[in-house]
C-alpha cells in the first residue's frame, strides 16, 4: 500500500530524464554502471506508475511524467508547455488561447537528410535573440501568429489559432535525427511550413548569422515549433513542481556513454545519495526514472517486517532497471 495523502509533509520528488537510453554507446555501458546509492533507493520504494509508450511518441517519457505530476491531461504532442510559460508570465490571452514554443535552432543539411541540432548548444545571446525577434514578427503577424520575447534567449512564445489541437515534437526527441518523422506534416501545419520556409530564407541573409559564422559559430538557420495547444477548462490548479535533473540529457543526446555513465556516478553521489538519506529518515521520497519509451515512478510502500526482511535479498540492480526503459 502506498503512502496516503495524509502523510505529515510532501514527499520530495525527483524526475530523472535520460536516465535510461536506447541508442548503442549509453546501452553499452550499462552492465558496469555501478550505482549503489541508487541501488538502495530503489530497494526502499516500488513501482507505482509504469508509464509505457513507443519511442517515437512526440511527448517524451519525462515530459509526460512532469505533466501528470502539474495535473495536466493532454494528448500525445499536445502538453500546453508554452501555454502554462504564458500564464506564469500573465501574458495575454494565456488562459483560453492556443500557444508554442519557437526555439531558434540549426538544422544540418546533409547528402540524403536534415539533422536537428541540439538548441541548447547554440550559444544564443540576448541581442541575437532580440535582432531576430523583430525581424522575425511581421512574418508571423502576416499567419495570425503573436509572438513574445522570453528571458531565454532564442526562446520565443507564440498565440495563434493555427495551435490548437496541433500535435508537434519536443525537441528532445527529435534533436540528432532525421527531422522528416518528426516535424508535423498535416493540413493544418500547412501554413507553419511556408512560414518556416520563409523563416528560413530570413535567416540566410542576416547580419546575426554573418557575425555568428565570423565567431565560429553555427548559423541559426531555422526554428522549431512545441509545447503546443491551449490550457484545459479549468486550468489546472498552480502546484510545487516536481525537481526536474537534465545533467544526463547531454551525454544521453550525443550518445556519449563515457560521459553519461560519469554523469549517473555524479547523480548517484549527489541527488540520489539525498533522496536516500532522506528516506532513511523516514521522509517520503518520489523518484521517477525516464528513458526513451518508459517513465517509471518509484514511491514508498509499507511492508511488513516479513517483506521489509526479504526486499534486502530481492535487490534489483539498478542497470537491469534501467535497460527497461
Same mark, same amino acid.
Given at each position: 500500500?502506498?503512502?496516503?495523502?495524509?502523510?505529515?509533509?510532501?514527499?520530495?520528488?525527483?524526475?530523472?530524464?535520460?536516465?535510461?537510453?536506447?541508442?548503442?554507446?549509453?546501452?553499452?555501458?550499462?552492465?558496469?554502471?555501478?550505482?549503489?546509492?541508487?541501488?538502495?533507493?530503489?530497494?526502499?520504494?516500488?513501482?507505482?506508475?509504469?508509464?509505457?509508450?513507443?519511442?517515437?511518441?512526440?511527448?517524451?517519457?519525462?515530459?509526460?511524467?512532469?505533466?501528470?505530476?502539474?495535473?495536466?491531461?493532454?494528448?500525445?504532442?499536445?502538453?500546453?508547455?508554452?501555454?502554462?510559460?504564458?500564464?506564469?508570465?500573465?501574458?495575454?490571452?494565456?488562459?483560453?488561447?492556443?500557444?508554442?514554443?519557437?526555439?531558434?535552432?540549426?538544422?544540418?543539411?546533409?547528402?540524403?537528410?536534415?539533422?536537428?541540432?541540439?538548441?541548447?548548444?547554440?550559444?544564443?545571446?540576448? #541581442?541575437?535573440?532580440?535582432?531576430?525577434?523583430?525581424?522575425?514578427?511581421?512574418?508571423?503577424?502576416?499567419?495570425?501568429?503573436?509572438?513574445?520575447?522570453?528571458?531565454?534567449?532564442?526562446?520565443?512564445?507564440?498565440? #495563434?489559432?493555427?495551435?490548437?489541437?496541433?500535435?508537434?515534437?519536443?525537441?528532445?526527441?527529435?534533436?540528432?535525427?532525421?527531422?522528416?518523422?518528426?516535424?508535423?506534416?498535416?493540413?493544418?501545419?500547412?501554413?507553419?511550413?511556408?512560414?518556416?520556409?520563409?523563416?528560413?530564407?530570413?535567416?540566410?541573409?542576416?547580419?546575426?548569422?554573418?557575425?555568428?559564422?565570423?565567431?565560429?559559430?553555427?548559423?541559426?538557420?531555422?526554428?522549431?515549433?512545441?509545447?503546443?495547444?491551449?490550457?484545459?477548462?479549468?486550468?489546472?490548479?498552480?502546484?510545487?513542481?516536481?525537481?526536474?535533473?537534465? #545533467?544526463?540529457?547531454?551525454?544521453?543526446?550525443?550518445?556519449?556513454?563515457?560521459?553519461?555513465?560519469?554523469?549517473?556516478?555524479?547523480?548517484?553521489?549527489?541527488?540520489?545519495?539525498?533522496?536516500?538519506?532522506? #528516506?532513511?529518515?523516514?521522509?517520503?521520497?518520489?523518484?521517477?526514472?525516464?528513458?526513451?519509451?518508459?517513465?517509471?515512478?518509484?514511491?514508498?510502500?509499507?511492508?511488513?517486517?516479513?517483506?521489509?526482511?526479504?526486499?534486502?535479498?530481492?535487490?534489483?540492480?539498478?542497470?537491469?532497471?534501467?535497460?527497461?526503459?
Amino acid at each position: 500500500m502506498s503512502l496516503s495523502p495524509g502523510d505529515a509533509s510532501p514527499p520530495h520528488a525527483l524526475i530523472l530524464p535520460f536516465a535510461g537510453r536506447l541508442t548503442v554507446a549509453c546501452r553499452a555501458v550499462l552492465p558496469a554502471l555501478q550505482l549503489p546509492r541508487l541501488e538502495a533507493l530503489l530497494a526502499r520504494l516500488a513501482v507505482q506508475d509504469d508509464d509505457v509508450q513507443d519511442d517515437d511518441t512526440l511527448s517524451p517519457p519525462h515530459e509526460r511524467a512532469l505533466a501528470r505530476a502539474l495535473g495536466v491531461q493532454a494528448g500525445d504532442g499536445m502538453l500546453p508547455w508554452a501555454a502554462l510559460e504564458a500564464q506564469r508570465a500573465d501574458l495575454p490571452g494565456a488562459q483560453d488561447a492556443a500557444w508554442g514554443r519557437v526555439t531558434l535552432c540549426h538544422w544540418q543539411v546533409g547528402m540524403s537528410e536534415v539533422v536537428l541540432g541540439d538548441p541548447a548548444r547554440m550559444a544564443i545571446e540576448s #541581442s541575437e535573440s532580440d535582432a531576430l525577434l523583430a525581424a522575425a514578427r511581421p512574418f508571423f503577424e502576416e499567419d495570425g501568429i503573436a509572438l513574445f520575447a522570453t528571458a531565454r534567449p532564442g526562446h520565443w512564445l507564440a498565440r #495563434s489559432a493555427l495551435f490548437d489541437g496541433l500535435a508537434t515534437a519536443s525537441p528532445d526527441r527529435a534533436i540528432g535525427q532525421p527531422l522528416a518523422q518528426w516535424l508535423p506534416m498535416s493540413d493544418a501545419a500547412r501554413p507553419l511550413r511556408r512560414l518556416q520556409n520563409e523563416m528560413q530564407m530570413l535567416l540566410y541573409t542576416t547580419r546575426v548569422n554573418d557575425e555568428r559564422t565570423a565567431r565560429g559559430l553555427l548559423p541559426i538557420n531555422s526554428f522549431w515549433l512545441s509545447g503546443t495547444g491551449r490550457l484545459p477548462a479549468p486550468p489546472p490548479a498552480p502546484a510545487a513542481p516536481p525537481a526536474v535533473d537534465g #545533467s544526463l540529457r547531454d551525454a544521453a543526446l550525443q550518445d556519449d556513454g563515457e560521459a553519461w555513465a560519469q554523469a549517473w556516478q555524479a547523480l548517484d553521489a549527489g541527488p540520489i545519495a539525498d533522496l536516500l538519506a532522506r #528516506s532513511r529518515r523516514g521522509e517520503a521520497v518520489i523518484l521517477t526514472l525516464c528513458g526513451d519509451r518508459v517513465a517509471q515512478r518509484w514511491a514508498p510502500v509499507r511492508r511488513g517486517l516479513v517483506q521489509s526482511f526479504l526486499s534486502r535479498f530481492a535487490r534489483q540492480r539498478p542497470s537491469s532497471v534501467l535497460e527497461q526503459l
